[in-house]
C-alpha cells in the first residue's frame, strides 16, 4: 500500500521538476543510498567514529562514484553485456587504487584511521548498484549528475552518523572539544555498538518523517481506504 | 442489588495475573533494596529511585506515542528498575543511572513491542549499555557499611549529568574502616589470587554492586517467590548448578589457579542474576528441557566469562546470551505431539 | 531420487534453452568480448601508472616523516638518525642491504632481521637507538617504537605507532603523562656478560611502582598496560644483548 502511494508521488514530482535536477536530487533525499536503501552500511557502520573519518569516506567515495559513473557512462555502448560486471569492477579498482594513493600522499594519519575501508569501497553496494542500475543506461551528464547527488547523499548520512557518534562518544566536532574539560565521553559511541544505536536512532527518525509526510499526502479518500483495510 | 450468578461444577480459578506475579516480585525484592539501603546508605536509596522514575517515566513516554494502553499497573517497569539500581556500583552517578533507566525500557521492551515481545531482559540491556558507555564509572566500587553513608552521598553520586563523575579514591581511603583497594571479591581473585571469605559473601559485607552483595538473602526472598509459584524452580536451579560443575571441573583441573566452586556461587551477581533475571518468564524457555539447558548454558558461559574473558564478571552477559538462545532452544526441545507419529511432522508424505 | 535427477535434467534443458541462441546478435564474438576488457584494463593501467608517479614522492616523505617524528619522540635531542637492519648474525645500513639485495649477493635475508634506527644528536653524537615492539593488546596487536640509550642503559620513551585499543581505558596508553612517564628513563641494565637484562622490565599494579625497571600501570587498562610491559621485556631480551655487540660499529659510524 505505503509503496504504491510512495511511486505515484514520485511519478508527480517527475513530472512538475525538471529531470536533471530531480535525477541529482533523488540520491540526497528520496533514494538516499543510506538511510532509504540501507546500501553501503560496511563503511557506514565502521568508520563513522569521528567527523573526519566520515567525510574522508564520503568524499573518496564520491570521487569514486563519479569517476566510475561518468566512465561507465562514456564507454556504455562499447562494453559488451556479457563482461559488464567484470569491466565495472576494473573501473571502480582503478578509481579505488587512485583514491588510496592520493588519501596516503594527503595524510598517513588518515589513511590509518580509514584502515582497509578505504580498499573496501571498491566492494560497495552503492557504486557497482549505481554502474549497473544507472550509468549504463543514461547519458553521461545524467550519469554524473546521479554520481554526485548519491555521493553527497551518502556522505551526508556519513556525517550525521559521524556527528552524533563524535559528539556523544568524545565530546568534540572536528576534534574541537564543545563541552570543556568535564564531559563524560560515552565510549560506546565510537566503540562499534554505537555505530548500530546511531543508525537505528536514524532510520527511526527517516521513518517516522517519511511516515507523517506519506500520511499528510495521502488524500482523505485514500486515508479513508487506508483504515478500511 | 447485587446479582448472584450460581454456577455448576468445574469452577475455573483464575490463574495470577501478571500483575499479582509482578506485585509479589517487587515484594521480594524489597528485602534486598532494604539491605542494599543499609550497606550503602543514601546513594543506594537515590540509585533505586532514580531508576525506577527513569523506567517509569520511559514506559509512559513510549505508551503516549505509540498510542498503546497504559502498561504502566503491571508493575514490570518498576521490577526493571529496582533490578537495574541493584546490579550498579552503589556510587554509580545518577544521570548514568538514569540513562541506564531509559535504555533499558526503550531499547529493551518498548522497540520489540512492549512486554512479553522483549527477547532480552530490559534491566540487563539497560546495564550492559552503561557498561558499554561508562565503562569507568561502572568498575568504581566503594565500601560497604561506611559510618556517615546515612548522611551523606558517596561523591560520584551527585555528579552534574554529562559530566565526568568525582573521583573516589580519596573518599575510599577515609571512610574505609579496613583497607579498601576498591575491587569486588571477583575482582581481587581473579587478578590478584586474592580469595574472600564465603561467609562474608553470604552475609554480603563485601564490595559490590547495591543490591548483590548477599547471596544468602538474595536466596531467601528467591525461595518466597518459588514458594509462591512465581518463579520456575529449575532455572535457578539450572544456572547455580551448571556454574557450579564448570568451576568444579576447572578446579579439580587446577586448583591453585581457579577458585573454589562455592565462592564462584556466592560472590558477583551470579545469585541476583540466577534468582530474579534469568527467570524472568519472557526470555526463557517455555519447554521443562529447554529451561535446564538454558539454566546450565547461562551458569556455564558465567564460569567461562568469569575466568577467561576480559571483565571479571559475566552474569550480565551470560544471561542476555541465554535470552538470545531460548528460541533456539524451544525449537530445538518441543516435545513431541501425543498420537502424532514423527514421521508425520517432519518427514514428506509418501504416495 | 529419481525425481530430483529428473528436475536436474530438467532444469540444465531449460537453462540449455535460454542459452541456445535465438537471436545471433545477442551473443558477441569473442574478440568484442576480449577489446572490451583489455582497453578497459589498457585505461585502468594508465590512470594508475599516472597517480603512482605522482603520489609516490608524497607518500615517501609522508612516511619518512612519521617515522622521523616517531624516533625523534622517543630518543630526546635526537635531529639524525640512519636505518640500520640488525639480526643474530651482524648489522649493517639499511642502504648497503638494499644494494647487496639487488646485486644479489643476500646472506641476511634468511634469518630474521629488525630495522633499528640509531639517532644522533646536533654533533653527530649517538644518543640513542630506536626499535620497534609489539604484543597482543585488549584488541589487537599493539605496535610501539620505543627508544633505548646506550649511555644510561635506559629506555628513554615510546610512542604508539598502531594500537586499537577500546577509546577512553586502553588508548590512554598512547595519552596518560603518568603512565608515559614510566618510559622516561626506564631501568633496562644488561647483566656483566651483556647476555640478558639484569632486571627484566615488568608490569606492577597501578600506585605499586618500586624499581625503576617497573612499569607503573594505568587503573582500568590493566591488560593494555601488561601488553606494553611485555612486549619491552621480550623486545629488549631479545635485542639489546645483540645490539650491545655491534654498537661500536654504530658509534664509529
Redesign the interface.
Known sequence: MTTNTSAAHSEVKLKSQPDSMDTFLRGIWQDNPVFVMLLGMCPVLAVTNSVVNALAMGIASLFVLFCSNT?VAL?RN???K??RI??YI??I???V??VD??I?????DLY?ALGAFIQLIVVNCIILGRAEAFASKNKVGAAMLDALGMGIGFTLALLCLGGVREIL??GTFLGISL?G???????????P?GGFFVLGAWLLLFNWLKERKDMKALSPDLQLAETKN | METVEVRTSPHVHGAPSVATIMRNVVYALLPICIFATYQFGLSAVALIIVTTLACIFTESFFNRISGTSDSLGDFSAVITGVLLALTLPPGFPLWMAAVAGFIAIALGKKLFGGLGFNVFNPALVGRAFVQAAFPVAITTWTPSLTAARFTEFIPSTLTFPFAVPAAVDQWNAQVAVDAFSGATPLALSKFENIPTDTFLLLFGTTAGSAGETSALLILLCGLYLIFRNMLDWRIPAAVLLGAFLTEEAFHLFDSARFPDPWFMLFSGGLMLGAMFMASDMVGSPVTPVGVWIFGLLIGFLTIIIRLFGGLNEGIMYAILLGNAASPLIDAATQPRVYGVTEAKIFGKKVD | MTVSANNNSESSGQQKKSETPPPVQNLPSNTVMIRALGGIATIAGVIIVFVFQFTQPYIAENKRRAIEKAIYQVVPGAVNRTSYLLNEQALMLETEFNESESSGSSTVSQVSTETIYAAFDASGKLVGIAMEAAAQGYQDVIRILYGYSPECECITGISILKSTETPGLGDKIGTDLKFLANFIALDAKLNQEKTALLNPIETVKHGRKTADWQIDSISGATVSSNAIGKMLRESTKKMLPLLIKHLHKIIKS
Do not use: H, R
Open positions: 566512465l564507454l562499447f562494453i559488451p556479457q563482461v567484470a569491466s576494473v573501473i579498482a582503478t578509481f587504487t587512485v594513493y592520493v596516503q600522499a594527503i595524510s598517513l590509518n562518544g568524545n563541552f574539560e568535564n564531559f563524560q565521553a560515552w565510549s560506546v559511541m565510537i566503540l555498538p
